[in-house]
C-alpha cells in the first residue's frame, strides 16, 4: 500500500497553510488556516473493508517547563514523546482519497465537533485536548485534524507522521471519545497492511 499527498512530499516541509501555527516576527506566531493536507492512497490489500488515518509527532517534548519561555531553548537531545495531530477512522473501503481541508480550514477554538465526520468515518480527540485543557479561552474537545504548532524554542525540527491503516473490519471497535494510543491498540488485531507519509515543520527561525 502507498501513501502520497499533494500537498508535501514525503520528507518535505508542511506548508503553513496546514499548520495550527506559523512564525510571526512581533509574537513569535500566530494562528494559520490550519487545514488538514490532501491524501491518496493505492496498492490496497484483498479482504480490506476500512482504513484508518493517524497522524503523530514523535518529536514532542517530554518535559514541558521550557517551551515557548523567553530565553530559553529546548535542548534538541531532550526526550521526546508523541503527540498525536489527527485520528479518523472508519474510512469506507472504496475511499482513495481525503480533499485537502476537507476535515479541518480553520483553527476552531475549544475544538472541532465530533467524533462524527462526513461519509459515516469518526474522528477522535487530538492531543491538543490535553494541551490546551488549562487554557479558559481555548479549553475543549478537540476532535479531528490540529496541525502543528511546534515550540518556537525548540532547537529540533519536528516530523509529522501520516499513517494510514488497512483493516479487516468495517467499523473499528471503540468507544465515542478515543485517544491516539486506545485507536492503535485497536487496530493491531484488525490491520492488513499500513504505510506512511512524514512531513516536517519548525517554529523556530533559526531552523526554518
Known amino acids: 500500500m502507498q501513501l502520497s499527498s499533494q500537498t508535501f512530499t514525503d520528507g518535505g516541509r508542511i506548508p503553513g497553510k496546514c499548520a495550527f501555527a506559523v512564525p510571526d516576527p512581533q509574537h513569535h506566531l500566530k ?9 491518496s492512497w493505492q496498492d490496497v490489500p484483498a479482504g480490506t473493508r476500512s482504513f484508518a488515518l493517524v497522524c503523530h509527532d514523535p518529536d514532542a517534548p517530554s518535559v514541558a517547563t521550557d517551551v515557548n519561555v523567553e530565553g530559553r531553548t529546548i535542548a534538541a537531545d531532550l526526550p521526546r514523546a508523541d503527540f498525536f495531530h489527527w485520528l479518523l477512522v ?3 473501503e472504496n475511499v482513495r482519497g481525503i480533499d485537502e481541508g476537507g476535515h479541518s480550514h480553520e483553527v476552531t477554538p475549544r475544538g472541532k465537533p465530533g467524533p462524527d465526520a462526513p461519509g459515516g468515518m469518526r474522528h477522535g480527540l487530538n492531543d491538543y485536548t490535553g494541551w490546551n485543557a488549562g487554557d479558559s479561552e481555548m479549553a475543549g474537545d ?3 485534524y490540529d496541525g502543528p504548532c511546534p515550540p ?10 501520516f499513517t494510514l491503516y488497512a483493516l479487516d473490519c468495517e467499523r473499528l471497535p471503540m468507544g465515542e471519545d478515543f485517544s491516539g494510543n486506545a485507536v492503535l491498540a485497536a487496530i493491531r488485531p484488525h490491520m492488513l497492511a499500513s504505510a506512511t507519509l512524514t512531513g516536517t515543520y519548525t517554529l523556530n527561525p533559526a531552523l526554518a
Do not use: E, K, M, T
Not at 494559520?32 to 490532501?38: I, T
Not at 518556537?152 to 507522521?161: E, F, Q, S, T
Open 31 to 39: 494562528l494559520s488556516s490550519n487545514l488538514n493536507p490532501q491524501l
Open 90 to 92: 472508519d474510512i469506507p
Open 142 to 144: 478537540y476532535y479531528g
Open 152 to 161: 518556537w524554542n525548540d532547537a529540533r525540527v519536528h516530523r509529522y507522521v
